[in-house]
């Protein structure tokens, strides 16, 4: 395998996932829209969801007829500090842009906002949502179900999404406090990276049916889809380690993106109708913002945001341990290496970017990579 990794910068890498997208017939608004929610997954270190899932999650799905190009974002439902969104199978970026949006709007003059999203396809990295939030002033909470990769503690059935549960809140630093992680011990993208790196899987990530460790990366990406394979919860197998907890709190994502807008849950969000043709996903999301002014100052919670943080980094290390970080600062750290390097793009990421160009006949774009 050739595993030289080249760089492009972001705003070419940003204006080819927006021409493609428009030749696959997204409008240019939604475009750009899905196109920055991708690459600010890199720009942040977040390769697990950014644009290596381009080609083989959102272009090959609007080619395969299960997720549409032009988005229908209906609000169905709505009241002062909430709405529920049906997305009808549209642009899962550009429908969550929209209804965090709403949730922002409403924050900013009840205090709190809320929206819930049926019906809706994959919208990226989530740490997308809480950054909108937090550029004005404010909190955000964010979380999605998925197709089924985890299976209960005690059991071998993957049943729930990686349902990520995602805070981002402003501080005085140079970077938001932000947490943004799957209710697993890993998730599906991390396991496509180490695919695309040709590794294998460390032990505890992955069980099979007969609830040993799965370690084998091409078979469990394809197990996973049969239903042979499942993820751990965050906090691993058993109880001893918290596996309980990460298995709870996935369940509370699953309730919170199907109950609140009656939209699709666990094994109805396979993908695949029973006869095991390729049919739309039918996710929830929702989103919460939180108006710090509504409960204090803006600049005292910043500060007290931070001051915290940075006690946090101060505390006593392990042995052996260079530093403490805090939540959202390895991603700072990312974007402070990348941001004049670009994208890394490692040979199976340059080929996937020269397929769609040739699918599409993008023959504006020379990727000469």
């Known amino acids: ?17 927006q021409d493609a997208f428009v030749a696959l017939g997204v409008p240019a608004h939604e475009a750009a829209v899905c196109a920055k929610v991708l690459i600010t997954a890199d720009q942040r270190g977040i390769d697990s969801h950014g644009v290596g899932r381009f080609k083989p999650i959102y272009v090959d799905r609007i080619l395969d007829g299960i997720q549409r190009p032009v988005s229908e974002v209906e609000v169905v439902r709505e009241g002062p500090t909430t709405a529920v969104i049906d997305g009808h199978d549209g642009m899962g970026h550009y429908i969550s842009h929209v209804a965090n949006q709403m949730a922002i709007d409403k924050a900013k003059k009840y205090g709190l906002g809320m929206t819930v999203v049926r019906n809706s396809t994959h919208y990226g990295a989530a740490c997308y949502y809480p950054l909108m939030a937090i550029e004005q002033g404010m909190i955000g909470f964010t979380g ?6 985890i299976a209960p503690t005690f059991g071998v059935e993957n049943l729930l999404g990686t349902n990520p549960m995602t805070w981002g809140m402003p501080s005085d630093e140079d970077f938001p406090f932000m947490i943004d992680c799957a209710t697993s011990v890993t998730q599906r993208g991390k396991i496509e990276v180490y695919q695309r790196e040709g590794r294998s899987l460390p032990a505890g990530w992955v069980i099979g049916q007969d609830g ?10 394809m197990d996973l889809v049969k239903g042979t394979a499942a993820l751990t919860p965050l906090g691993g197998l058993g109880e001893e380690q918290g596996g309980y907890k990460g298995y709870g709190f996935a369940m509370v994502i699953e309730i ?24 739309p996903y039918h996710l929830g999301h929702f989103f919460m913002v939180i108006n710090v002014e ?9 500060a007290t945001v931070g001051d915290i943080c940075r006690q946090m980094r101060s505390s006593k ?23 004049d390097k670009g994208v890394p793009f490692n040979e199976p990421l340059r080929r996937d970017f020269k397929a769609v160009q040739q699918r599409l006949a993008l023959s504006q774009w020379n990727l000469a990579f």
């Open 212 to 221: 040993t460790t799965r370690t084998d990366t091409d078979q469990v990406l």
């Open 1 to 17: 395998m050739n595993d030289t990794i080249t760089y492009w910068d972001f705003d070419n890498v940003s204006r080819f996932m």
């Open 144 to 149: 999605s179900n998925a197709r089924p990769s």
């Open 317 to 339: 290390r392990a042995p052996g341990a260079e530093r403490i970080y805090t939540p959202g600062e390895k991603e700072h750290l990312a974007w402070l290496d990348r941001r």
């Open 256 to 279: 919170l993106c199907a109950a609140l807008q009656q939209g699709s849950y666990l094994k109805a969000l396979l993908g695949f109708d029973p006869e095991g043709k390729k049919r």
């Open 294 to 302: 509504a409960f204090t100052e803006l600049d005292k919670f910043k």
